[in-house]
Structure formats: C-alpha cells, structure tokens
C-alpha cells in the first residue's frame, strides 16, 4: 500500500495553467503505474493520464497537447502540468499508484 497526496488544484481561468503535484509515501521508482484521474458532477470517473514505469505515457484524447505528466522519483512525486484549461477540465483530480492506490482527490475549477 502507499499514500498519495495531491495538491495544487484551485480556480483558473480559461486558458490558465494549473500544475498538481501528487506525492507517495514511499519509493515510486518501482510502482508500475501512476497517473491522474478525473471526475466531474455526474460522471464517471475518466483516466486523464498515466505513465509506467519505463518513462512511456498514455492521455486521454481530450488532453493531448495540453496536459503533461512527469515524475520526480527522487521527491516519490508525480506531476500533472495542466494548460489551456478548459471549462469541462472542470472536476476533482485523484492521483493514482499500482494496485489501486487513490490519492483524497483534489478540486480543480475552470471558470470566468
């Protein structure tokens, strides 16, 4: 098992920028995969992005181009660099670790 905790959602703009960080409580060189989810007010809970532990990533086609994952195995960190964000970006962001490990989740709101 290993904890997660998110932070750095909030209130942005259209075409703002948030980045969240996800930090394990233990070692995340080994863990297979990590990567951010996301859920709006009624809907499923969607994959956002991932990245397996050989540095390869996946995303979701409604964020390609615009968000980016990276991980600092050093800081057992994980990050999501969220651009041009969109109204329907609009959600709470869970981080996520292999096997079935959820970070509390985190608030991220796009609004004028």
């Known amino acids: 098992q290993v904890q997660l905790v998110e932070s750095g959602g909030g209130l942005v703009q259209p075409g703002g920028s948030l980045r969240l960080s996800c930090t394990a409580s233990?070692?995340?060189?080994?863990?297979?995969?990590m990567g951010w989810y996301r859920q709006a007010p009624g809907e499923q809970r969607e994959m956002v992005a991932r990245?397996?532990?050989?540095?390869?990533?996946n995303y979701a086609d409604s964020v390609k181009g615009r968000f980016t994952i990276s991980r600092d195995n050093a800081k057992n960190t994980v990050y999501l660099q969220m651009n041009s964000l969109k109204p329907e970006d609009t959600a709470v962001y869970f981080c996520?670790?292999?096997?079935?490990?959820w970070g509390q989740g985190i608030q991220v709101t796009v609004s004028s």
């Open positions: 233990k070692s995340i060189s080994s863990i297979f995969v």
């Open positions: 996520y670790a292999t096997v079935d490990n």
């Open positions: 990245m397996f532990s050989d540095g390869s990533t």
